[in-house]
């Protein structure tokens, strides 16, 4: 009997041994650039997000303002040169920038 369990410990001792030679023998993983490129992902994707958003509200705003320049049009009692509106336009816009 302890013959056998002698025998089952160095056969147990010998996997061991083949096991950590073989995890000595593996390559590091480049576990740094990985999440170093995620990073750059994640900050990629959410300058991608913000510019959508602020087109998103630059397209909203001159929506709104196309829409105040033809009530302006269709309801002024005062006449006016298109060019007038052109640089009303001009001025709102530039505003905006």
């Known amino acids: 009997m302890r013959g056998f369990a002698q025998a089952s410990e160095e056969s147990a001792l010998s996997g ?7 995890l000595d023998g593996l390559g590091s993983q480049p576990i740094k650039e990985i999440v170093y490129l995620y990073d750059m992902v994640q900050s990629i994707e959410a300058m991608i997000t913000n510019t959508l958003a ?3 509200q630059a397209a909203t705003k001159k929506a709104g303002i ?3 320049m033809v009530a302006l049009r269709n309801d002024s009692t005062v006449s ?3 060019c ?3 640089m009303l336009n001009l001025m709102l816009v530039g505003h905006r920038i």
């Open 84 to 86: 007038s509106y052109l």
């Open 16 to 22: 061991l041994v083949e096991f950590f030679n073989w």
């Open 66 to 68: 196309d829409k105040l």
């Open 80 to 82: 006016s040169s298109p």
């Open 54 to 56: 602020q087109m998103d």
